[in-house]
């Protein structure tokens, strides 16, 4: 397998005050995962695993047999949902796409593009980063001198200094599948800042 995809889809979406699972939300008559599953695959990804949580066999029932869907039971963060793949992708060469299952506008372009670059460079791992003028709730990427890529911070664990920042992580990477499980494995949930007034 050249590329395959996770596509993150157990969140609940509380903020809209819905039963329906957030990604099941219709837009433009399809909902959200339906418009990310089909840019997935015209992306050129050959297997696609969609993570689901809450609503799970309305995700399953929406996704039929164009996906393996797989359980995360609670969501604990992007690396918890990305392990939940690990079984259906563990023997495998290649890579790996993630995205959001919420995200209806991300283009085919943009995801060949970064699968392109990811190749080309050898990287074990490569970020879609945005820069924004407002990046109020995004967390934001934090470089080295060099320009490489220290950590992503997010806004509510964010230094003053750190929410100046314009650029933003999209939710959006590329992994090179050998390695990728184990590194995940050995990834704790971060403590947050300590707030000082």
């Known amino acids: 397998m050249e590329l395959g995809a996770v596509v993150l889809a157990a969140g609940k979406g509380t903020r809209m005050k819905s039963d329906l ?51 995360q039971e609670e969501q604990l963060g992007t690396a918890h949902a990305l392990m939940q793949a690990k079984g259906e992708y563990l023997e495998t060469q290649g ?10 506008l991300l283009r085919e372009g ?24 407002n990046p ?14 220290s950590k992503i911070v997010e806004q509510k664990d964010a230094a003053p200094e750190e929410l100046l920042v314009e650029e933003i992580n999209t939710g959006v ?10 590194a995940l494995s050995r990834i704790t949930p971060a403590t947050p800042r300590e707030s000082t007034i």
Do not use: W
């Open 136 to 149: 109020a709730g995004y967390g934001r990427v934090i470089r080295r001198e060099n320009g490489a890529v």
């Open 95 to 104: 890579h790996l796409l993630v995205v959001c299952g919420d995200t209806p």
């Open 21 to 71: 699972p957030k990604v099941l939300h219709q837009i433009c008559g399809k909902p959200m995962l339906g418009h990310v599953m089909d840019t997935v695959a015209n992306a050129g990804v050959t297997k696609t695993v969609v993570v689901a949580g809450f609503g799970f066999e309305q995700v399953i029932d929406f996704v039929g047999d164009r996906a393996k869907v797989v359980l």
């Open 110 to 133: 943009t995801l060949k593009k970064l699968a392109q670059y990811h190749k080309d460079t050898g990287a074990a791992a490569t970020l879609l980063t945005a820069k924004m003028d």
């Open 173 to 182: 990477y590329c992994f090179k599948i050998e390695g990728l499980f184990e």
